[in-house]
């Protein structure tokens, strides 16, 4: 094609085939530019169709993936073999309980302060970073134990007001890049978990891990929204994927449809 006034329906067709076996994300892309493109010759008398409205449209679905999650035994099997003797194992012990049973974003954890904690009424108030949403939390028994063990026995003494610190120095925050994915890989590998190719095992899995856990426990969906902090529900939904014994239960036997149709 030499000149755009020569491009046709069929050119735009065979083009589109051409990068159809691309990512759905940049196949979207490609298109809208495309169709912008063509719009633009139209608009501006190069080409005397707008040939724009010959781009396909895209039938996107959405398929969420299923959550990765831990069996109960796993995370227990985690926490068991921290060496919670030592400061680096008091921090990461805390670290691990608050995202495991309240189900805290790591993001959340760096950017806990001293003064979110109410020892008084025994909870954890938040604005979290992903949402911009109030959230409190309980310090459930084994977590305040947990924290008091590392601010009085691990914590360096420090100027900075956040919760968890670098333990060395100079002692200050976790960086903003941080992910934490150290910590739980770390603890993983000691308790001699092989995790299967494929299979995501970050900190956010222990969230899932919890969703799973309070679903199969008969929660319902808006109760778990509260906890991990979604404004949407449709973000709870997806955990309903995880839960195979109530998956399961849906399930329809063909020879009872067939008999009944």
């Known amino acids: 094609v030499m000149d755009v006034s020569e491009i046709t329906p069929e050119i ?85 309980l608050l995202v495991a049973k309240l189900g805290i974003r790591a993001g959340d954890i760096k950017a806990l302060r001293l003064s979110d904690l109410n020892w008084i009424t025994k909870t954890i108030t938040i604005t979290q970073e992903k949402t911009n949403v109030e959230v409190t939390y309980p310090i459930l028994h084994d977590i305040g134990w947990a924290l008091i063990d590392y601010l009085q026995n691990a914590r360096p003494i420090c100027e ?5 610190v670098r333990l060395h120095a100079p002692f200050e925050a976790f960086g903003e890049n941080a992910n934490l994915h150290n910590i739980i890989t770390k603890y993983t590998r000691l308790a001699g978990i092989a995790i299967p190719r494929g299979k995501r095992h970050g900190l956010h899995s222990l969230r899932h891990s919890l969703a799973s856990s309070l ?7 808006a109760v778990i929204s509260e906890i991990l902090g979604h404004t949407d529900s449709k973000s709870t939904a997806v955990y309903l994927h995880t839960d195979l014994n109530g998956l ?6 063909p020879e009872e449809v067939f008999q009944n149709a």
Request: net charge positive.
């Open 12 to 96: 735009i067709s065979n083009y589109v085939i051409s990068v159809s076996p691309k990512h759905e994300k940049s196949i979207a892309a490609i298109l809208t530019t495309l169709r912008v493109f063509l719009r633009f010759l139209y608009l501006n008398g190069y080409t005397e169709k707008d040939l724009s409205l010959s781009v396909p449209k895209q039938n996107r679905y959405y398929y969420p993936a299923v959550p990765s999650t831990w069996e109960p035994a796993e995370i227990k099997r985690v926490l068991d073999v921290i060496d919670r003797g030592s400061p680096p194992g008091k921090r990461d012990y805390a670290i691990l």
């Open 160 to 164: 900075t007001p956040y919760l968890f």
């Open 215 to 221: 679903l199969e426990q008969g929660a319902s969906l």
């Open 248 to 253: 399961k239960v849906c399930a329809l036997d």
